[in-house]
């Protein structure tokens, strides 16, 4: 591992800031259409930075032979209080490493794609400020060495989310949506802080490995020793600490019950849906739980608790994404029933399956996410599948990309997506049966809510809305004026009002970037299991595994006939899953429509969202208002009151003084200050 | 026949603050209001030399020369501004000035 790597990997948070820095303070005005390549270079640099150090860390695990590969990287001290000594600091392993390829890659292409999409827009400067914070936080997240830097970039990406979904801030639906993103992490991250508080008081330290790895210094491997090395206190706080760090996680990566901001999340920008609610700020929270595993295995109700709730998550969201319209809400559900497979695979002891499909997700959703863009960017602002349909020949490009990214999704074998969901599916049925059954059941529906999006935008007779949406921020300048962006494709579609260039290559390369990585990333682990061996690396998962063995045994191997087996049920059922979409959606669509009206109460379930925001809405938020309500009339009457006769009795003592003695007579004054000498006297003399 | 002693001069002081006081405090006319307040110095200045002499030092009588310095400057002033004060209500009331209580 070439040390100047480690040395100047400061440099992969620090570029995009100073990027963030001059987008939004210098790139106003005249120079607005360039703000794009502060960004371009600051997240550029990361990136060929992450690719390096990832190439530095595969070299090296592979000359380590199996053992736990782990640099600390500190920096300086950034504060102290007593015990509580936090250093600036990176750690790197091959999960950090993953993890930074996946964040600044992917954020790199989305920059691209966004300098084309949000192209003419007023708020240029902002939006590519606020994508570069964006990376310096995330950036933090997965490098920092202790969960204070862990915190630092957990609450940086929250922020960086609120101002991207508020981004169309005159939008009132944008507003209340940053509004809700932003409080409904609030409660996850409260219990996050809390955990991180205990751990501390618990083990004195929040660093994962200290002052390296094997050294023992260490917050997980002090908690991932034997446990007759721990004090009660210690175990009692094992108990605890895995369950608040959960909330943190299930805030942040929308799981149930606090998944309800992300589909209101899309009121961003596109490239903001796909970058940060899609490929990367939502799957902070497996990363963590990955990374603190040695935290949470020990306790055998919190990884069960976390498996549970990913599966209840997944099913939720792929039966909410049934009965979908907008392109955007149905990959909305979609990243949030993923999310799920995601936290089921870390609550059953398979991170390396969750961070494999994390990686394979982030490919696949970007695209489709981007993809959606494009075909927003086409319709005016529309983006709701009952108003277009049979795109695929004005949109020839995005068609074939969507394509793809839906066959991921879906599940199609050879495709990424297949790959590591079917990872995922296997070692939740291998730990429990009904687990297992849940996912498949998902994976089925998932493929049919994916090809009936598919079927309906891309197949089938040609509807294109031909009157801008309401809140369609279309650019003043077309893409006809544009500077780059002329791809060379065929105007095939001249009957329509609108004959410029849709699909602008600025736009198109990096959806081809990532539609490549999501036909091949499933072959990072199969048939090899490449990325799980170097996975396998991290000290983090090192102990957990070991920790686990020691607290449940070594694991049955498993059957690798077994696992071809699975591969072929999940193969059927994604196929059957696209048939069921192909039949109802394509080949007679009014069939596919008379189906919601007889199962009018499923139906009405599924578009209502099971009404978890209206039982939010009457059973937390409104008491809560009561309890404002309440709170401002005490405060506005009690309190205020108290102030106010504060201020007054001395007001009145001075108004009474005013007319009894001041009254314009000199020799009234005169007498007033004999008398009170003479007062003053006696006190002193006469009361001796 | 008795000699004078500390108490006598003591007692002329006090007689002459007193009805200094008295006449501040009765009185109506600027000016002599103003006069008053010099009565009251001077008994003040009394008090002074009397206990100057009585321990046998100048303390006394430095302090005595700095009040009727100060006094004379301020009786210049003070005349000054009865003399302003006269020539905006034709005058010397103490009481037509009551306005300027605020």
Redesign the interface.
């Known amino acids: 591992m070439e040390t100047f790597l480690l040395d100047w990997s400061i440099l992969i948070p620090l570029l995009p800031l100073v990027g963030a820095i001059v987008s939004g303070l210098l790139m106003t005005g005249q120079r607005k259409p360039a703000a794009h390549w502060p960004i371009w270079i600051g997240v550029g640099y990361a990136a060929v930075h992450s690719l390096l150090l990832l190439y530095g860390m595969i070299s090296h695990a592979s000359a380590a032979h199996g053992q736990a590969v782990g640099f600390v990287e500190p920096y300086w001290t950034w504060f102290a209080a007593g015990d509580f000594v936090i250093r600036w600091g990176y750690f790197f392993d091959p999960l950090t490493t993953v993890m930074l390829c996946v964040v600044c890659g992917i954020g790199f292409l989305i920059t691209v794609f966004a300098a084309g999409y949000m192209k003419g827009e007023a708020g240029y400067f902002r939006f590519f400020a606020y994508l570069g914070l964006f990376i310096f936080s995330m950036t933090n997240l997965v490098m920092g060495e202790n969960l204070i830097m862990l915190y630092l970039g957990w609450e940086g990406v929250g922020v960086c989310s609120y101002l991207l979904i508020g981004y169309y801030y005159e939008k009132p639906a944008a507003r209340e949506a940053a509004k809700k993103a932003f409080l409904v992490n609030r409660v996850g991250d409260f219990g996050f802080a809390l955990g991180i508080m205990l751990c501390f008081l618990a083990f004195g330290t929040v660093s994962y490995f200290g002052e390296g790895v094997g050294t023992g210094t260490g917050l997980l491997e002090i908690a991932g020793g034997a446990r007759e090395g721990l004090t009660p206190f210690q175990i009692t706080a094992l108990q605890w600490i895995p369950f608040l760090l959960m909330l943190g996680a299930f805030g942040k990566s929308a799981q149930f019950p606090l998944h309800v901001w992300l589909p209101d999340a899309m009121e961003g920008p596109t490239p903001v849906s796909a970058l940060i609610h899609a490929a990367t700020m939502v799957t902070a929270g497996v990363y963590m739980i990955a990374r603190c595993g040695t935290l949470f295995v020990g306790n055998e109700a919190a990884m069960t608790t976390v498996a549970t709730v990913g599966a209840i998550t997944a099913l939720l969201g792929a039966t909410i994404a049934l009965r979908q319209f907008d392109l955007k809400k149905v990959f909305a559900y979609s990243t949030i029933s993923q999310l799920g497979f995601m936290f089921v695979a870390v609550g059953v002891l398979a991170p390396v399956a969750g961070v494999f499909h994390l990686v394979t997700h982030a490919f696949f959703k970007a695209l489709l996410f981007l993809s959606s863009g494009v075909v927003m960017h086409a319709m005016l602002g529309h983006l709701d599948m009952r108003k277009m349909s049979g795109l695929k020949h004005v949109l020839p490009k995005t068609r074939w990309l969507m394509l793809i990214g839906c066959l991921a999704l879906a599940g199609v074998p050879l495709l990424s997506g297949f790959f590591s969901k079917d990872e995922i599916v296997a070692a939740a049925w291998h730990r429990h049966v009904a687990l297992g059954a849940v996912l498949l059941f998902t994976a089925f529906l998932t493929a049919y809510y994916t090809f009936r999006l598919y079927f309906r935008v891309f197949e089938g007779p040609q509807l294109v809305p031909t009157t801008p949406a309401e809140d369609h921020h279309a650019p003043a300048d077309d893409h006809a004026h544009s500077a780059h962006g002329h791809g060379h494709d065929d105007h095939g579609h001249g009957h329509d009002a609108h004959h410029h260039n849709h699909e602008p290559a600025i736009m198109i390369v990096p959806l081809v970037v990532l539609a490549i990585g999501a036909v091949l990333a499933g072959y990072l682990n199969f048939p090899v299991h490449a990325l799980g061996h170097f996975l396998d690396q991290s000290p983090s998962y090192q102990q957990t595994e070991a920790l686990a063995h020691s607290l449940y045994g070594e694991p049955e191997p498993t059957d690798p006939a077994a696992h071809y087996a699975f591969m072929g049920i999940s193969a059927a059922i994604a196929i059957v899953g696209i048939a069921l979409a192909y039949w109802l959606h394509l080949k007679d669509r009014r069939r596919g429509e008379a189906l919601p009206q007889k199962a009018a109460p499923i139906s009405r379930l599924l578009e209502a969202k099971y009404w978890i925001d209206e039982i939010y809405q009457g059973y937390i938020v409104e008491p809560l208002r009561w309890i404002g309500r309440a709170s401002f009339v005490f405060d506005r009457f009690v309190i205020d009151g108290l102030v106010w006769i504060v201020g007054f009795v001395p007001q009145l003592g001075a108004f009474v003084l005013k007319y009894t003695t001041q009254r314009g007579y000199l020799q009234g004054y005169a007498v007033t200050m004999l008398l009170c000498i003479a007062v003053i006297l006696l006190l002193i003399f006469g009361l001796w | 026949m008795n000699e004078l002693v500390l108490q006598h001069y003591l007692a002329v002081g006090g007689i002459l603050f007193v009805i200094g006081?008295i006449g501040?405090?009765?009185r109506?006319n600027l000016i002599v209001?103003f006069l008053c307040t010099e009565l009251m110095f001077q008994g003040c200045a009394l008090n002074l030399i009397a206990f100057g002499a009585y321990h046998g030092n100048l303390g006394g009588q430095v302090f005595t020369i700095m009040v009727l310095v100060i006094a004379a400057a301020e009786a210049s002033l003070a005349l000054g501004l009865v003399v302003l004060l006269f020539r905006h209500k034709h005058t010397l009331d103490?009481?037509a000035?009551?306005?300027?209580?605020?």
């Open positions: 006081l501040f405090m009765t109506r209001m103490a009481n000035w009551r306005e300027l209580k605020g």
